[in-house]
């Protein structure tokens, strides 16, 4: 079965600080897809990031980052230079082919980004 | 970008009482899904919708709950007769692809059961 876990329930940072959300994952398949999205207060879901498991590249994309590595079933995400418009609950999602498109999403961080 | 549209954003109704929350998937898009967030917890998967029959569905989702693609363009998501628990937020998503491809989600509806 699958399962992430985000081990981080809030992290409190001041603007411009850097903050890294951990997010490890479980699953027995060998083909799966990791995603983080993020919940503004105002409550919808946003789409941040998907990687295969067959990339391990890291990615960046303007102040965030992704940082997957296999070996230690890790998907972490760093936002640099944070903003206010940052604070938000972030999570982390997994599905495999035996789930479909089914997401498995992790508990959420909370990040709270203070002037 | 195209977007998943729910209506109402907020419903609020009697223990016991029918609700169905409505949701226009995007247009071109066949696969559907219902997730539910009870307040500050985890997003967890209630059901996916293909080809008008259900995929797969949770534990959660029991015969209080059912799913319809009535003309289309909807999917509704009902519950028969609500119970205290099933406060919370619910979101409609949809994927043009079965495997890996990301979700659109809606904004959700926050239905609360008194």
């Known amino acids: 079965a699958q399962k992430v876990t985000q081990a981080q329930t809030e992290i409190s940072v001041v603007e411009k600080e850097d903050v890294t959300l951990d997010c490890v994952y479980e699953?027995?398949?060998?083909?799966?897809?990791l995603f983080w999205y993020k919940q503004p207060p105002s409550g919808e879901l946003v789409f941040l990031i998907r990687r295969n498991s067959f990339d391990e590249q890291n990615e960046i994309s303007g102040r965030y980052s992704w940082n997957f590595q296999k070996s230690t079933s890790s998907f972490n995400f760093t936002i640099t230079a944070s903003q206010v418009v940052d604070s938000a609950v972030y999570f982390c999602?997994?599905?495999?082919?035996?789930?479909?498109?089914?997401?498995?999403f992790g508990g959420g961080t909370r990040v709270l980004v203070k002037p | 970008e195209p977007e998943v549209t729910q209506t109402p954003s907020h419903q609020v109704t009697q223990m016991g009482q029918e609700v169905i929350l409505r949701c226009v998937p995007i247009?071109?898009?066949?696969?559907f899904y219902w997730y539910r967030q009870i307040l500050g917890q985890k997003v967890e998967f209630l059901v996916s919708f293909y080809n008008n029959e259900i995929s797969e569905k949770s534990e959660i989702f029991d015969d209080q709950f059912s799913v319809e693609r009535p003309d289309g363009s909807n999917f509704t998501l009902k519950i028969r007769s609500t119970k205290l628990e099933d406060s919370a937020m619910y979101f409609c998503a949809s994927s043009d692809r079965l495997l890996g491809e990301k979700l659109f989600f809606g904004s959700g509806t926050q239905l609360s059961v008194l």
């Open positions: 999602a997994l599905s495999d082919t035996a789930a479909g498109n089914k997401l498995t």
């Open positions: 247009s071109n898009h066949l696969y």
């Open positions: 699953t027995r398949d060998t083909t799966y897809y």
